[in-house]
Structures are given as C-alpha cells and as structure tokens.
C-alpha cells in the first residue's frame, strides 16, 4: 500500500524563497517636494554669498604658464631633440605631403582636373554623381575662386588621407581590443566636444602657422570620427560569419583581411564620407592661422562685412561639399553586397563605367595640355554685387525691428542671467552642478561636470566663462525651441519635410564663418549676434534629430492611441514627444556642442569673453597664455555640457528603476 505524503508536509520541508526588499528609489512625489526645496535653498544661499561680479585677472597662474610655455618653444625649436627631430619632421613630412596633392591637382590644369574628377565620380558613383560633379566644379571656377578651391581641395585631402591612415587601423583595434577602446572613448569623446577654435592656439605653439599646421589641426579634428565608425563598423560584423571562417581554419590575418574588413567595407566608406566633411569644416577655420584656401575670401569677407563676397565663397564650399559627399555616399552604397536578383546586373556595370572614366580621363589629360591651369578670366558668375545690395535694403528698411529685436532679448535675457551666474561665488556653482546634475543625470555624469566646472574658475577666467555660458544657454533655448518646431512639423508632414531637406543639407555644409556676415549686416558687432548665427548654424541637426525622434515612436503606440479617440495635439503632447524623449536630449546635446563652437567663433564679431580671448591670442603675443587658458576653458565648459545632457538622456534610455523582488 503506497503512503501519500501530504502537500504540506513538502512545502514545509522546502527551504523558505527569501523575498528582497525593493530598493529605494526616487519616486516622482519624492521629487516634487525635494527639487523644489533644493531650488529654494540654493536661491537662499546665492543672496547670501553673491559677489559683485569682479574682473578677471589678466596675471592669473595659468596665464603666465602657458606663456612661459610658449618662450620656452621659441628659444628651443632649434635646439630640443624634441623639436629638431620629432616636431619639425613631422611638420616637414606634413608639408612635403600637402605640396604633393597640391602639385597634383595644380598639374592637372582646371579642365584636367575637372574631367579627372568626372571620370573618379563615374567609376566610384555613377553617371549621375559624375555630371554634379562636373557642373560643380566647373561652378566654383566661374565664381573666380579656382586656385582657392584647388587650396582647399589639397588641403582637405591631406588631412583626410592622414585621418583614414591613422582612424582605420585605430578603430580596427579599438573593436578588437575592448581595453583599447575603452581608454580611447574619453580621448574622442573630449576631441569631439572642442570647438574648433580650441585646435588653433596649441597647433601655433608647436608647428607654427602655414598649411602644415593646418593640417594637423584638421587631422586631429576630424580623425575621432574615422575611428569611430570603423570601430563599429568592424564590432557589427557578424558572428556566425567570423564563427563559420574560424571553423575552417581561417587565421586571425586571414579573417581580418577576408571577413571582417570586407563585410565592414561600406562602414568604413562612410567614415571617409564623415571624415571629409569634418575635414572640410575645419579647413576653413584654420584660416585664420594663415592657411590657403576659401577661408582666407571669408575671413577678408569678415573684415570688410562684405556679404556678397563671404556669399561666393560659402557657395563655393558648399558645392564642394556636396560633390565629395555624394561621390563617397554613393561609394558607399556600392559597397553594401548586392541582392541576388541585381548582383548579375551589377557586375556589368564596373566595366562600362571603367570605359567612360578612361574616355573622360584621357579627354582631361588633352584638355590638361591645352586649356593651361588657370580658369579663364573672361568666365564669371558672381552673386556678391546683388547679395550686397539685397542685404543693404534690408538693413535699411528693417533696423528699427532688428534693434527692437536686439535690445529686447539683451535686455530681458542675456543680461539678468548673465549677471547671476557673473555673481555667482565658483564653489556654489560647482555644488549646484553636481547636486542637480546628479539628480538629472547621475553622479557618474555629475562629477566630471563638477571638476569641469571647478577647472575653469582655477584657470582664472571665471567672469568670461559665465559670460559665455550665458549667451551658449540663451542661443540654446532658441536653437531648441526652433528646432523642435521644425523638426515635429518634418515628421508630421513629409511634403514640407522634403522641401526643408535641401535648405538643411546646405546649411550643415555651410562653414561657421559664414553665418556671421548676415547676422552682423542686420545687428551690428554684439553678443546678439553671436546668438543669432549660433542658432542658424545649430537648428539644421537640432531639426533632424527631433524628427527622427518623432518619427522613431512605435507605430503600435501611435495607432493605439488614435484608436482610443486622440487628436492630432494630444497625439503630439502625450505620445510622440515623451515615447522621443531620448531622441530630444540627443538634439539638445549636439545643438548645445554646435552653440557653443559657434558662440565661441562670435568672438570676431563683438561676442567678447572667451572666443575673445582666443582671438587676441592668435593676434597678440603678449596675450598667448590668456588665449591659451581660454582654449581650454571652452574644452571645460563643453564637456561640463555635454556630461550632464548624455547621462540624462543615458537615464531616460534605462527607463526607471524597477524595486528588486
């Protein structure tokens, strides 16, 4: 006879499941009552212990070290082994690498050149690239700006041959060797965040001005994005590939040579894309190191407030622009593995593309010979006489508006923030930063935000810091709010968006420069103005990011929603912009980076502050290590931005936290 165990008997037998306590977390009620006292308290702490909003020290300690820094290069470039056999041979290997492209291109004569590139266009691209390319650059020399695109070209070039030699193999390790790229992600990410004024000053002290210095500068500006998109390019190979290739014996050569560089080959084509964009935005800047090239028409452009002229060559950059992203775009989609149906169809297009590269080849080698090097003079297109005159009436007839307009926001937002955060005492702020901060984004992303902060009052440009901050949070907050106007308007409207696209793609080609002419013609020589050309030059990404944020939302979210009755405004306000969320705080943290390169750029045009400061350390010895301290307080005021804008958003991709049970 069998004996039935009772159930309770086995339950009492089994050791007791232990149940863990949730773990505390901020809950929203919790929020709403401490957040709000913590605002009281610092408001209270703030009236107590403002200051009056000193001046900063022109003999701070940074000052003096960083010019003691550059009269000790100066007395030992010639005599340093550091100098004489490391610095000026890679200045030397630098230059001898830039003339090289440069007599290239120059040997070529225009109409070679042209028909060169035609035929690179169609082998790499297609017919179509090959005709925009043609018209392009046959475009550039009826603006009359031939030799200073053949500059520009030269040096852009350089600087990303340089980039793809050192970014591929880099980014091929950084996936590979998870250490390595671990220790490199903060490098890039802090090369990133530096606006492009804060390369120049440290490239003069070490290589001087010319275009070996430019080069560099562009180099290190524009490689941490070869490197990156190499390196996820080479981390998204995928696994049962390497998996099935070890299995039949291939060797860690074998596999790097035959999978994963092949399979990675169309990531890679567009980390030169990137490159060459970067590098052609930075190429620019650097003339004001005295490199050659379109920057030297626009910074005369500057100094002159010549519209018309900065118009012709800001056109000229950005029809080069779209010439070489178009070529290396479609390279890069040639690259991705074909579909069955069309991989026998492709195949015959390599060989009739290779015969009509070879017919345009060999026309521009006899058009080289007897059409000489320079465009001819008697072929001009230029806009500068009616760009200046269109400028000039509506300077005339809208000054009353822009100086209402100026003095308004002058007056009721730069100014009172401006003066708080002047008065505010350099420990407070570093304790609000890191008490808010971590609230909003965690103290992992707090604390460097804090030693940022606290670095830039030990540089002892405290006042001219919060001066620019000031301006960066008010250009923010417009750049913000146009943009996301703009951006919801795109992803709810796919015929406004497609009439919007172009404007965008020619805004982002755009140099900086450029959107400082128009702003000064209708305001003058002020902060404002650096305000106003910083949200022009910020709102073009601000406005994609938001829309592909919108247009990212769950398809199943938006219908369920519909179904139960929404409207258009409810839609927008109670689903689509929370389920984005993430997608704002990234428009938020490259429009705040973009706001502040450009911020710092109005330092030409009255901004004052620390692009001030920069400026007058490139044109002034003495000042040097004031330019120099200034450099690296933006590099701090960046990355005080942008920690605590990417861990909000790294917060709100977590989700909350969920108790433990």
């Given at each position: 006879m069998?004996?039935i165990?009772p159930?309770?008997?086995?339950?009492?037998?089994?050791?007791?499941?232990?149940?863990?306590?949730?773990?505390p977390?901020?809950s929203?009620?919790?929020?709403r009552?401490?957040?709000?006292l913590l605002?009281?308290a610092?408001a209270?702490?703030?009236?107590t212990v403002r200051t009056a909003g000193a001046v900063?020290?022109?003999d701070?300690?940074?000052f003096r070290?960083?010019?003691g820094?550059?009269a000790?290069?100066d007395a030992?470039r010639?005599?340093s082994?550091?100098?004489l056999?490391?610095v000026?041979y890679?200045?030397?290997?630098v230059?001898v690498l830039?003339n090289?492209?440069?007599?290239?291109l120059?040997?070529?004569g225009?109409?070679?050149?042209?028909a060169?590139?035609?035929?690179l266009a169609?082998l790499l691209?297609?017919?179509?690239t090959a005709?925009l390319?043609?018209a392009?650059?046959?475009?550039?020399?009826?603006?009359?700006l031939w030799?200073?695109?053949?500059?520009?070209?030269?040096?852009?070039l350089t600087a990303v041959?340089?980039a793809?030699?050192?970014g591929?193999?880099?980014?091929?390790?950084c996936a590979?060797v998870?250490?390595i790229?671990a220790a490199l992600?903060?490098v890039l990410?802090a090369?990133?965040i530096?606006?492009t004024?804060a390369?120049?000053a440290?490239?003069?002290?070490?290589?001087?001005?010319g275009?070996?210095a430019?080069v560099?500068?562009t180099l290190?500006?524009a490689?941490?994005?070869?490197i990156?998109?190499t390196?996820?390019?080479?981390g998204?190979?995928?696994?049962?590939?390497v998996?099935?290739a070890?299995?039949?014996g291939?060797?860690?050569w074998?596999?790097l040579?035959k999978v994963?560089?092949?399979l990675?080959r169309?990531s890679?084509?567009?980390a030169?894309?990137?490159t060459?964009m970067?590098?052609?935005?930075?190429?620019?800047?650097?003339a004001?190191i005295?490199?050659p090239g379109?920057g030297q028409?626009?910074?005369?452009a500057?100094e002159?407030?010549?519209?018309?002229l900065?118009f012709?060559a800001g056109l000229a950059?950005?029809?080069?622009?779209?010439?070489?992203d178009?070529?290396?775009?479609?390279?890069?989609?040639?690259a991705?593995?074909a579909?069955p149906?069309?991989?026998?169809?492709?195949a015959?297009?390599?060989?009739?593309?290779?015969?009509v590269?070879?017919?345009l080849?060999?026309?521009g080698?006899v058009l080289?010979?007897?059409a000489?090097?320079?465009f001819?003079?008697g072929?001009?297109?230029s806009f500068?006489?009616?760009v200046n005159a269109?400028?000039g009436?509506v300077e005339?007839?809208?000054?009353?508006a822009t100086?209402?307009?100026?003095?308004a926001?002058?007056?009721g937002?730069?100014d009172?923030?401006?003066n708080?955060?002047?008065t505010?005492?350099?420990?407070?702020?570093?304790?609000?930063?890191?008490v808010?901060?971590?609230l909003?984004s965690?103290?992992?992303?707090?604390?460097p935000?804090?030693?940022?902060a606290a670095?830039v009052?030990?540089l002892?440009?405290w006042?001219?810091?919060?001066?620019?901050?000031?301006t960066v949070?008010?250009?923010?907050?417009?750049?913000?709010?146009?943009?996301v106007?703009?951006?919801?308007?795109?992803?709810?409207?796919?015929r406004?968006?497609r009439?919007v696209?172009p404007?965008?793609?020619?805004?982002?080609?755009m140099?900086?420069?450029v959107?400082?002419?128009?702003a000064v013609a209708?305001?003058?020589?002020s902060r404002?103005?650096a305000?106003?050309?910083?949200v022009?030059?910020?709102?073009?990404?601000?406005?994609r990011l938001?829309?592909r944020?919108?247009?990212?939302v769950?398809p199943?979210?938006?219908?369920?929603a519909l179904a139960?009755?929404s409207?258009?405004?409810?839609l927008?306000w109670k689903?689509?912009?929370?389920m984005?969320r993430g997608?704002l705080?990234?428009?938020?943290n490259q429009g705040i980076?973009?706001?502040?390169?450009?911020?710092v750029?109005?330092?030409?045009?009255?901004?004052g502050?620390?692009?001030?400061?920069?400026?007058a350390?490139?044109?002034q010895?003495?000042?040097f290590?004031?330019?120099l301290?200034?450099?690296?307080?933006i590099?701090l005021l960046?990355?005080?931005?942008?920690?605590?804008?990417q861990g909000?958003?790294r917060?709100?991709?977590?989700?909350?936290r969920r108790?433990?049970?």
């Open positions: 069998t004996t165990m159930r309770v008997a086995v339950v009492a037998d089994a050791p007791r499941a232990r149940v863990a306590r949730p773990r977390s901020w929203l009620p919790r929020r009552v401490v957040v709000p605002v009281l610092t209270g702490v703030y009236l900063d020290t022109d701070a300690w940074a070290f960083f010019a820094l550059r000790w290069v030992h010639d005599t082994p550091v100098f056999y490391g000026n890679l200045r030397l290997g230059a830039d090289a492209v440069h007599a290239a120059a040997g070529l225009w109409a070679g050149l042209i060169a590139a035609g035929a169609v691209a297609g017919w179509r005709m390319t043609v392009g650059l046959a475009g550039c020399g009826l603006l009359g030799p200073e695109t053949v500059d520009t070209l030269a040096l852009t041959l340089l793809v030699l050192i591929v193999p880099l980014g091929m390790l590979r998870p250490p790229g992600r903060p990410d090369m990133q530096m606006p004024f390369y120049l440290p490239m003069t002290l070490l290589f001087s001005i275009a070996p430019a560099i500068a290190i500006y490689v941490p994005v070869t990156r998109i390196a996820l390019g080479i998204e190979v995928s696994t049962t590939t998996e099935a070890t299995a039949l291939s060797t860690r074998q596999l040579g994963r560089l092949p990675a169309p890679i084509v567009l030169v894309n990137q060459i970067m590098a052609l935005s930075m190429v620019v800047v650097t004001l005295d490199a379109l028409n626009i910074v005369e500057l002159r407030v010549d519209v018309g900065a012709d950059i950005v029809v080069l622009a779209v010439v070489l178009r070529i290396t775009t479609r390279a890069a989609y040639r991705m593995p579909r149906r069309t991989a026998r169809r492709a015959a297009v390599p060989a009739a593309l290779a015969a590269g070879a017919v080849a060999a026309v080698a080289a010979g007897a000489g090097s320079d001819p003079s072929w001009r297109l500068a006489a009616p269109l400028t009436w005339l007839h809208s000054y009353d100086e209402a307009l100026k003095n926001v002058s007056a937002l730069l009172p923030l401006q708080v955060l002047v505010t005492p350099w420990w407070l702020f570093v304790l609000v930063v890191l808010f901060g971590s909003a965690g103290l992992r992303a707090a604390a935000a804090a030693l940022a670095g009052a030990a002892g440009l006042q001219h810091a919060m001066q620019t901050l000031a949070l008010v250009a923010t907050a417009a750049t913000m709010l146009c943009g106007l703009l951006g919801v308007r795109c992803a709810r409207h796919d406004f968006a009439a696209r404007l965008l793609d020619a805004a982002q080609t140099p900086s420069f959107y400082l002419l128009p209708l305001f003058g020589a404002f103005t305000v106003v050309a910083a022009i030059y910020a709102v073009p990404p601000v406005v938001v829309e944020g919108i247009r990212d769950a199943t979210a938006v219908e369920a139960a009755g409207t258009p405004r409810q927008l689903v689509q912009l929370p984005a997608g705080l990234l428009a938020a980076v973009m706001v502040l390169a450009m911020v750029v109005g330092g030409l045009v009255g901004a502050a620390l692009g001030y400061d920069v400026v350390g490139f044109a010895r003495e000042d290590g004031k330019g301290a200034a450099g690296l307080a590099v960046g990355v005080l931005l942008d920690r605590l804008t909000a958003g917060r709100i991709d977590a989700g909350p108790p433990v049970t």
